[in-house]
């Protein structure tokens, strides 16, 4: 079978054309502004996807469509409710609109649901059948795999994993409150705690790396760990211990056989899986008593989400 997977963020829009071994065939992208008109913006996809179609082999039939973008969605309806990098999309019938131009069955989900069911099937998680996948980004995003089966929640709108408050009256989040796992295990949780730890240690090695890479950024106290920063070391440390905190939680809650992590920051690979790793097994009280919880990296990159859009497809 072949299916299209989209994958909506809010800067572009990248598809694909997807076989159900999870190989990708073919791409073709977009740019969109968040100004920009949402059925207009739409419309404009659809002649990409043809073009892209046309130039390509003709004798593929295609099955459906499936699309993962962030936001409110009534995924029944297939109608965007609202999507806060995308505001002129609110309300708009994303499915009913891609299904008219396209002459092809259309299924939405959260962009980071379909981000872990193409894991789950074709990436790090493909031999478990119970997983948890978080994308340790600007924010924290993720989803849950159940018995092979994607859970969302009633109505859909679960699985809010970045979300979970890990430190009563801590920082702000984004959505909000305040001590969210967000706020401090992603990318910009991390680099808050840098900074801050620079503020103090003007002789800090992570003062010389921020320059060499032209900015703070998350890869500073890495670099400079590596390299034996007391001070990093410390921020290091921090990190890895909120990192672990929230992912113990849900090992205990739900007991997969794997955590995948995905995002700019799981890029630091076995350097940072492997503090996790300890603090796990250190620290989990159900570790010794209980099945062990492996740790994997994400390893479709930047294709999970069209590939796991595109089963959503395949799932029907």
């Not at 505001?87 to 069955?105: A, E």
């Not at 699985?159 to 969210?180: F, K, Q, S, T, W």
């Not at 056989?257 to 250190?282: I, P, T, W």
Request: aromatic content about 6%; glycine content about 12%.
């Amino acid at each position: 079978m072949y299916a299209i997977g989209i994958d909506i963020g809010g800067t572009s829009i990248k598809g694909a054309v997807v076989d159900d071994a999870g190989k990708v065939l073919t791409r073709f992208a977009m740019d969109v502004s968040k100004e920009a008109d949402g059925e207009a913006e739409v419309n404009r996809f659809c002649d990409v996807m043809n073009k892209s179609l046309n130039d390509y082999d003709k004798s593929i039939k295609l099955e459906g469509i499936g699309i993962g973008m962030p936001g409110i969605l009534d995924m029944d309806k297939g109608i965007v409710v609202t999507s806060p990098n995308l505001p002129k999309w609110n309300g708009l019938p994303i499915s009913k609109l891609i299904s008219k131009r396209m002459n092809l069955p259309v299924y939405i989900n959260n962009d980071a649901n379909v981000a872990t069911l193409g894991e789950a099937r074709f990436g790090s998680g493909k031999e478990y059948s119970n997983l948890i996948m978080l994308t340790l980004g600007t924010g924290v995003g993720g989803g849950i795999v159940i018995n092979n089966h994607l859970y969302d929640g009633h109505l859909h709108m679960g699985a809010e994993l970045g979300h979970m408050v890990i430190r009563v009256n801590g920082e702000p989040c984004g959505c909000g409150r305040r001590g969210c796992f967000e706020a401090y295990a992603s990318a910009t949780g991390l680099i808050r705690m840098t900074k801050k730890e620079m503020d103090k240690c003007p002789d800090s090695l992570m003062h010389e790396v921020a320059k060499e890479n032209g900015k703070v950024n998350a890869k500073v106290v890495f670099e400079a760990s590596r390299r034996g920063d007391k001070a990093a070391i410390r921020v290091m440390k921090r990190y890895v211990r909120y990192l672990g905190e929230g992912i113990l939680n849900y090992c205990n809650i739900f007991r997969p056989e794997v955590v995948v992590l995905s995002g700019g920051v799981a890029n630091e690979g076995d350097y940072l899986l492997d503090q996790v790793r300890r603090f796990m097994k250190n620290h989990n009280y159900g570790m010794k008593g209980s099945p062990i919880v492996e740790l994997k990296v994400a390893m479709l990159g930047y294709d999970s989400g069209k590939i796991g859009a595109a089963c959503l497809v395949f799932d029907k």
